[in-house]
């Protein structure tokens, strides 16, 4: 049978080869027989002379049959066709090759079910279309097309009669275009003349638009879709509409400007007839390799009602964005980065759209510079921060705060010339400076004269000497000693006048240093149950039991003159006081003290087994993450030596509960007046008096969490079709929290203080997905600020539907638009905003 087939194929290739010098003879017979032809799976016969109209070879292949016109100078190409020629390649079912006429001619063919098939397919460099017959010319490189198919950028060019021209120019005659991928488009632009540039534009006469190729009155006097992957300036169309309490409107209109490859801003803004209008700006830059960033600046001046009514108001608002990052890569050694988010407290309540922005009530910037000096231990930091809350609307700024350390070191590791390890070894010294100059201020003063005088400033410098030595194998021994100083250009002196302590301000430059010595001992204790029946395998008691011991001098002394005293009042008492008491970084420490501090930490933790066929496993449980207790003595005081005790506590149940909690007792008995006295609770029968105590629980839930123990044989079983099955992908955000701050007041008087927070989404088909967000106010006893999203997917389209139904913010936004950005400002809008809602 191989002795056969073997003979077959010899036959085939004497009988391609001597087809191909027949028809390559008759041709050069007429100035034809320069050209090559390559005949695939047959024999390659190559000619190093040039044609003189075709400037490369031509190859064709079918997988049918090929027949040879000599008279006619025409080759037919049947099934599954195939040439190509310089960078042009053409597909189809049948191709005609007239080299009298320098053309080639494609089209397809209908099968017994009546379907068109085998359409050509066009390719040339980059650009590639589809078409039901088309006739090109190699020569002239025109091309006639009917029923053309084209993508073009993220669209697509369709059209009854195309010429396409030697620059690559095509005129369409009757086209539509679309961005919708379906046969059957959904919607298209239809126009009965369009030219496309490739790479550059798309233009059109005047054009309607279609849905379902039913007209709409829709109607455009022209047309013109960019059509490059280029970024180019040009004007941001806005969209228009009425607002009830500020008129009709254009909003998000502006220009887009390119300054360069690097670099780029857009401007929008809007206006309304009533008076009010707002402002963005984006500015974007980028180098590669090197950093990237963006700056945004807002402003909006918003006029509600009329000036003769009692509720006119005008809110004039701003607020900056500025984020810059820097590629670690670039300079290892020179860090700079920034995230500026400042303005008024009230921007995002009156101008943004964005739920975040809106909830939340803390903003921070921060600009920071970090230089390392490679092979040494020093690193310099120099920071600009801000802290802003606008709901007291207080402003906190660091202008600026400089960090100079040194990494720990060990300046005895390598004494002497013995490899044995010593004590002394493992002794660290680091050291680090610090300065800062600080305002704390209302955002409304920030910018005054007087907010300048209010600055405070200070340097304070820390070196901590540190050492850990192993103590009886099993113990750990940390003995630490804390050496540090502040410094800064004023104190404080305080008076009696004889009615009230007058305090002034003395700018003289003040020093003070304090110091502390501290140890502590720690190890692990282990526990473990094993077992050799049953469902749980073992079961594992970890303790981490820990004590300290902190010694600090009482500078109070008059020996130190960090503090002083004063008369308080017309009987003649005394009041100590810290001539730093002002000072950003405190004062050194009053009363000596002599603080033990014990603790104990506990994990609980079990191993299950489990069987899988016949193999058995065991899987690891942890039943409480951590569980710990602490509390200490002030072995100085003359009384109240104990301090409160804390508890806390932290695990995770059935894989999906986060559960923590804390709370605090104090040992001590409080008097009628709410006041600590020397006398223990456990004279009272307890142990200790509750305090405070906060508990939260946090769920995170999805349907992966239900599907992660499924049988992945199963899934090897069989392959499915996408559309066999369908499951709904979901998912549950909760958090709850509670804190109950008793201190030293009756139960009576204290209320807890819950949040309820919960938020989620699901996708109900592959085309449906629904969000929601909300929360509970257990003292309003009403919903938080809520949300509920709504998607659609409709192919080249979408829907979004956001409802925000109570609160400030309440409102709705109803969008169905263009899924591509090229036409992104074909949409449909209806909206109502909490502007135009009466209260």
């Known amino acids: 049978m191989t002795h056969k087939n073997n003979i077959i194929h010899l036959y085939l290739k004497r009988r391609n080869f001597l087809l191909s010098l027949i028809f390559l003879t ?22 190093t002379t040039k044609s003189t109209f075709i400037n490369d070879n031509i190859l064709y292949d079918a997988s049918d049959s090929m027949r040879f016109d000599i008279k006619n100078q025409k080759v037919l190409l049947y099934g599954d066709a195939f040439i190509k020629y310089e960078n042009t390649e053409i597909i189809a079912d049948f191709i005609e090759i007239d080299w009298a006429l320098n053309q080639i001619y494609a089209r397809g063919r209908i099968d017994t079910s009546g379907k068109m098939i085998g359409n050509p397919e066009f390719k040339e460099g980059n650009e590639s279309f589809k078409a039901e017959e088309m006739t090109y010319n190699y020569k002239s490189k025109k091309c006639r097309i009917k029923k053309i198919s084209t993508k073009e950028g993220e669209g697509y060019i369709l059209g009854k009669i195309v010429k396409k021209m030697e620059d690559d120019v095509f005129y369409l005659h009757k086209g539509d275009y679309t961005t919708c991928n379906a046969q059957k488009p959904h919607y298209a632009i239809r126009a009965n003349r369009i030219k496309v540039i490739p790479g550059k534009k798309i233009i059109t006469g005047p054009a309607y638009l279609t849905f379902f190729n ?99 108001s005008i809110k004039k608002d701003f607020f900056i964005r500025w984020s810059h990052k820097q590629d670690p890569k670039a300079n290892p050694s020179l860090l700079f980065s920034a995230n500026v988010n400042a303005g008024s407290s009230t921007y995002h309540r009156n101008n943004s759209y964005n739920a975040n922005d ?32 606008t709901t007291t609307k207080k402003v906190n700024l660091t202008l600026p705060e400089i960090t100079f350390s040194m990494n720990r070191i060990f300046p005895f590791k390598n004494m002497g010339k013995s490899a044995k390890k010593h004590w002394y070894d493992k002794i660290g010294i680091s050291y680090n400076l610090n300065t800062k100059n600080t305002i704390s201020t209302t955002d409304s003063l920030l910018f005054t004269k007087d907010s300048f005088s209010k600055f405070r400033n200070g340097m304070k410098h820390s070196i901590p000497i540190s050492t850990s030595i192993k103590v009886l194998k099993h113990f750990t021994l940390s003995p630490k000693f804390s050496l540090s100083e502040r410094w800064y250009l004023s104190q404080i002196e305080k008076r009696w006048d004889g009615n009230t302590i007058i305090t002034d301000t003395l700018h003289k430059f003040t020093r003070a240093h304090d110091y502390s010595i501290s140890t502590s001992l720690n190890t692990k204790l282990y526990g473990i149950a094993q077992f050799k029946k ?69 994990l609980f933790d079990m191993k299950i087994r489990s069987k899988k066929d016949t193999t058995e496993t065991l899987k690891k449980v942890t039943i409480l993450q951590s569980m710990g207790i602490s509390s200490g003595y002030n072995i100085f005081a003359d009384s109240l030596n104990f301090s409160t005790i804390g508890l806390n506590a932290r695990t995770k ?17 409080i008097n009628s007046n709410g006041k600590r006295i020397n006398q223990f609770e456990i004279n009272n029968g307890r142990l200790a008096r509750f305090t405070n105590s906060n508990a939260s629980l946090g769920l995170n839930v999805s349907e992966s969490f239900f599907n992660k123990e499924e049988n992945k044989d199963e899934e090897e079983k069989s392959e499915k079709k996408e559309d066999d099955f369908y499951k709904i992908p979901w998912n549950l955000n909760m958090n709850y929290t509670i804190s109950y701050n008793k201190g030293n007041l009756p139960s009576s008087e204290v209320e807890p203080t819950q949040s309820l927070n919960f938020s989620g989404n699901i996708k109900i088909t592959k085309k449906w997905k629904i969000g929601f967000r909300s929360g509970y106010d257990f003292k309003e006893k009403e919903l938080t600020y809520s949300s509920v999203d709504v998607y659609r997917d409709l192919h080249c389209w979408e829907m979004l539907f956001n409802w925000i139904p109570i609160g400030f913010h309440k409102s709705y936004t109803l969008t169905i638009r263009v899924k591509a950005s090229v036409l992104k400002d074909l949409k449909l809008e209806k909206k109502k905003d909490w502007i135009d809602i009466d209260y």
Not at 659 to 666: K, L, N
């Open 26 to 47: 008759c041709f050069s017979n007429n100035s034809w027989g320069s050209s090559s032809i390559i005949i695939s799976d047959t024999l390659e016969i190559n000619d």
């Open 534 to 602: 049953g469902k749980i395998a073992a079961f594992r008691h970890v303790l981490t039991p820990n004590v300290s011991l902190t010694f600090r001098p009482d500078f109070s002394k008059e020996k130190f003159g960090y503090y002083k005293s004063v008369q308080s009042d017309t009987l003649g008492n005394l009041q100590t006081y810290s001539i730093m008491q002002n000072g950003i970084y405190g004062s050194p420490g009053q009363n000596r003290q002599g603080n033990i501090n014990f603790s104990l930490g506990n």
């Open 653 to 669: 149940l059935l894989g999906l509960l986060d559960v923590t909690f804390s709370s605090s007792y104090d040992p001590y008995i």
């Open 214 to 312: 039913i007209p709409t009155p829709l109607f455009l006097p022209f047309g013109f879709f960019p059509n490059t992957t280029k970024q180019s300036s040009g004007v941001l169309i806005p969209s228009y509409g009425e607002s009830a309490n500020l008129g009709f409107f254009l909003k998000d209109g502006g220009y887009y400007f390119v300054l360069n490859n690097k670099m780029d801003l857009s401007v929008k803004g809007d206006i309304y007839t009533k008076g009010s209008w707002a402002t963005r700006s984006f500015f974007r830059y980028k180098k590669r390799y090197k950093y990237n960033g963006n700056f945004n600046l807002s402003y909006g001046r918003i006029i509600n009602s009329e000036i003769e009514l009692p509720d006119y």
């Open 358 to 389: 809106y909830l939340s009530n803390t903003f921070q910037s921060s600009v920071s510079l970090n230089k390392k000096w490679e092979g040494t231990p020093f690193n310099l930091s120099t920071n600009l921060r801000h802290n802003q809350n």
